[in-house]
Each structure stands twice: as C-alpha cells, then as structure tokens.
C-alpha cells in the first residue's frame, strides 16, 4: 500500500514541476522581475535538477535499500525548495505556502511519525524565519493562524501516513502468508505421491501435478490447456469418464477403482473426484480427481486374503493326515502280510506290492500335509540371510534340472545380511524358490539370486518394517507364469508339474509369513522374479508363528 519507489518518484516529478514552472515564470512571466530572483530560481531549477538526479542514482546504484537519512535528506531539500519558492512570490502572501504541508505528507510516508513531525517543525521554522526575519514582517494574528492550520496539518497528515502505514504493513504480511501459503502448497502439489488432475467445463485440464503426467504418461506442464479426452482417454477410459460425469452432472466418485495403461504397462489406481461450482456459476465448474497407484494395496490385501486360505487349509491337512495315517499304516502292514502268505497266489501277490507301493506314496504325501501344516518360526536367533541364500543357490545349482545348462548365480553384499529367525525355515523357502526358478528356465538359461538391504523407502507401500527390510529375489528368464493361473500359484494342491503335489509355494508363504514376512510375485513373458521381504528385527514380545 505505500510504496517506497512510488511515493519517491512523485516527490521527484513534483520536485522538479515545482522548480521548472517558478524558473519559467520569472523568465517569460515577470518581465519586469528583480535579477535576485531570476537568480534565485535558476539556482533553484538547476539544485532541484542535480539533486534529483543524483538521489536516482544513489538510490539505484549505491544504496537500493536506503536507510533513513537518506529519506531526510530528501525533505530537507524540500523544504529549502519551498522556503526559496515562497520568498520569492511574496513571503507571507505567497499563495505557495501551502506547500509545506505536501512536503510533510511526503515525508510522513517515508519517515517515522516523529520524522514527520520534524519536517514539519523545520518547514515552519523556515517560513518564519523567511517572513519574521528576512522581511522584518510582524508576527501577526493572521500569521498565527496560517502556522497553526500548518501544525494541524502536519499533526493530521502524520496521523494518516501512520495508519497507512500499519495497514500497509499488514498487507504486506498478508501477502508474505499468501506467499508462503502457495509456495507450501505447491511444493506439497509437486511432491505428493497421488496424481491430482482438475478439468474445467470446456472439459481442459486446468491443472496437473508431477504425479498426474507419471502416472499417466504425459508432461504435467504441456498437459495444461489440452483436452481431457486427448490426453488421458486412452490411458485411462475409467477416469476419464468419471472427471465428465463429475462436471456435466455433478456426480462425485469417492473409492472408485481403475486401470491405467502407459509405458507398457497397466496397473490399477484407486481415485476420487469432486467438483468445485463457483457460485452457482455453470460456466466456472471445474472437477478434481485425486488418484494414486494401488498395486501394492492390491498384493498386500492378496497376501492377506492368501494367508488367511492357507491357514484354514493347514489346520485341515494336519487333521486329515493324523486321521489318515494311522489307518494307512494298518492297511499297509495287513496287505503285506496277506501277500507273504504261503497260501498266496501270484496275482494276489502282484496286487499287494501295488497296494503297498500306493500306501506309501499316500504315507509320503501325508507326511508333506504334515509339514505344511506344522510350518512354524521355532527359533529367533540372528541369521545371515546372505549365507543361507549362497548355500540353497549352491544346492539348486547341483540340481539334476542343471544338467540342462542352466546356470545359477548369486549376488550379495560383502557384509553379513543379519535377521531374527529360524535359519532351517529360511532355507527350505530359498530352496524351494530356486528349485522352482531353475525347473521353470529354458535350456541354457539363467536363474539369478540377489540378497539386498533396503531402506524404510525403498519398501512397498503398505509394508510395516520399521527398521528396514532385507530382500532377496530370484529371477528367471522363462516364458513367465500364464495370466489366467497366476493368482492360484500359492494355492494348496495346485501344481502344473507331473507329480508335483502342489505344496511348494504355498509352504513358502507360510515359511517366509511365520517370520513376519511377505512373497511378491511379478511375471511376464521375459519371466518371473519372487521377492521375499523379510523384516530385519521382529517386533518386540512377538511369538513364534
């Protein structure tokens, strides 16, 4: 509200107005005037224009910030400009007076309230001592009353420029909070992990953060002024149609679900829209979606869901296999001994090694029930992942299935990766990965085993590990794990290898789930890497699964 350079540049435009219209007069309007003041005003015209312009240049050169004597110095020479003016048209009829209360305003806004004040004591002093002293003028009633309406003014005009002040200050700390307010909120805009994209009636994108064009697939800042339809409608048709229907008929989606489809690939978001009417106004409607990739919401809720079947089926194999084993035990031993009879015939005999042939691949079948079901962390001492994954990759690599070329490697820090847990369990699980990657691997391919230490960021969304995690992963280059069996691999009994019991995996998830970890599978056609995140320390007071 008050300006520095603004206020300054009228001081300066007055200033000179001032000396060059009294140096015009005296030159072309009083012909007959005294030399003194011809003299007088050409000094005038000429200090006015030498200070001005060197006020400029200090004030742009030297001193962009000037401090307060700089502004002192300013009032000062005006009030000389306006005592040299007002002595030469007259003195105390001098209609030029009046002047002295424009200097004091300009200077109350450039100076304290007491600086004001100063000014213009030192303008009335001036003037006094122009019309008491110089012109031996008496200090009559009348000139009284003009220097109390000059003190009345200057008290007003102080006052004034003191509240301008304080409203100029509060506007400027508005505008610092305003500031401050949209740097942060853009700042948090630019940086928030959720896409946010706002669509005007005309159905333009009006804005869209980084994440917006990331998810996507366009750039955030061309993206700005473009059709929605062009830019996102074959990226996402879901939200697309949700951002029209939230501004043509003011439908607002709250948890709503899609897929995007950029850079190759496709991942669902979970979004949210909801519009802005401004004022009722039809033509200021704008809709915002809120969106956010929710892939690691999905596998964590999958992992949960997955948990929960294979508990309910452990606790069922265990109550079969104890039901079925015992009277399996008995068949077997009484065909046995029916078969060694001396009364036997050969076919009898042939039919019995059948039935204890059978019997015994169901003993060994159970016996897998058994150790799915009694899958559990029983000890929590430190490991060294890092050991425990060379040690089942060098046991994968000797392998029959290696015989085909494959080869296996293994990739580690050279520091000892340490967790808490039961370091059989952790084997049996590497094992089964490996065995699983190498089976799964064409002729000649390549299975790799990588130990790595991650960060509290670098961890799923989702992921509760407070004091980081430690993963492994074991990839494969194989034809990948086809779409439509994908979510059953980690199901009890399901296998696609001959006389595979379907176990393995889901032995896995219970062996990796009993230390508080989780299994992530990813797979296409160039093949498929499972990822063990295994925390590195348990939470205190927790049991052994």
Not at 416 to 439: K, S
Not at 472 to 485: A, F, K, S
Request: charged fraction near 20%.
């Amino acid at each position: 509200m008050l300006d520095q350079r603004r206020v300054l540049r009228w001081i300066y435009l007055g200033r000179l107005s001032l000396a060059s219209a009294i140096f015009v007069a005296a030159v072309l309007a009083w012909q007959a005037a005294d030399a003194r003041v011809t003299l007088i005003s050409s000094l005038a015209v000429i200090a006015a224009i030498a200070f001005t312009a060197l006020s400029i240049w200090y004030r742009s050169q030297v001193a962009p910030r000037s401090g307060r004597g700089f502004f002192y110095l300013q009032a000062v020479f005006d009030v000389a400009l306006v005592t040299a003016v007002v002595h030469i048209t007259g003195g105390e009829v001098s209609q030029f007076a009046a002047l002295y209360i424009l200097v004091t305003a300009g200077a109350s806004l450039l100076l304290p309230a007491g600086g004001g004040l100063l000014i213009a004591a030192l303008g009335i002093a001036c003037y006094v001592a122009d019309v008491v002293i110089s012109r031996n003028a008496e200090l009559d009633i009348g000139m009284i009353l003009q220097l109390g309406v000059f003190a009345g003014a200057a008290l007003g005009v102080a006052y004034l420029s003191a509240r301008l002040k304080e409203a100029g200050v509060d506007r400027e700390e508005l505008e610092a909070q305003l500031a401050l307010a949209r740097l942060q909120a853009e700042d948090i805009l630019c940086n928030i992990r959720s896409g946010i994209l706002t669509v005007g009636t005309r159905g333009r994108v009006l804005f869209a953060n980084p994440a917006a064009g990331a998810l996507l697939g366009f750039d955030h800042e061309t993206g700005r002024g473009r059709l929605l339809n062009d830019l996102i409608s074959e990226a996402c048709p879901r939200l697309a149609d949700a951002l029209e229907h939230a501004i043509r008929d003011r439908e607002r989606v709250t948890r709503g679900e899609a897929i995007i489809t950029s850079g190759g690939r496709s991942f669902p978001v979970g979004f949210t829209t909801t519009t802005i009417d401004a004022e009722g106004d039809a033509e200021a409607v704008s809709a915002t979606a809120i969106f956010q990739d929710i892939t690691d919401n999905k596998r964590l809720e999958e992992l949960r869901l997955r948990a929960e079947r294979l508990e309910g089926v452990a606790e069922l194999s265990a109550s079969l296999a104890h039901e079925i084993k015992n009277p399996l035990a008995s068949i077997r031993s009484a065909v046995e001994q029916l078969a060694r009879a001396p009364r036997a015939t050969d076919d009898e005999r042939t039919l019995g090694r059948l039935i204890v042939r059978e019997s015994d691949r169901l003993a060994r079948l159970l016996s897998e029930f058994l150790d799915f079901a009694r899958v559990r962390r029983t000890r929590g001492d430190l490991v060294d992942v890092g050991a425990i994954a060379r040690a089942a990759t060098s046991l994968a690599a000797s392998h029959p299935d290696c015989a085909r070329g494959i080869a296996v490697t293994y990739k580690s820090p050279r520091e000892p990766v340490l967790v808490e847990g039961d370091e059989d369990l952790i084997h049996r699980a590497v094992f089964n990965i490996t065995l699983n990657a190498v089976q799964a691997s064409p002729d000649g391919g390549r299975v790799v085993v990588e130990v790595a230490t991650l960060t509290r960021d670098q961890i799923p969304a989702g992921v509760a590990f407070h004091d980081g995690a430690i993963s492994l992963r074991v990839t494969d280059h194989g034809p990948g794990i086809p779409t439509e069996i994908k979510d059953r691999v980690f199901d009890p009994f399901f296998t696609t290898k001959p006389g595979g019991t379907g176990l393995g995996l889901p032995i896995v998830h219970r062996a990796i789930e009993a230390h508080r970890g989780c299994v992530l599978v990813d797979s296409n056609k160039r093949g498929t890497q499972f990822t063990v995140l295994l925390p590195r320390s348990q939470p205190v007071g927790a049991e052994a699964a």
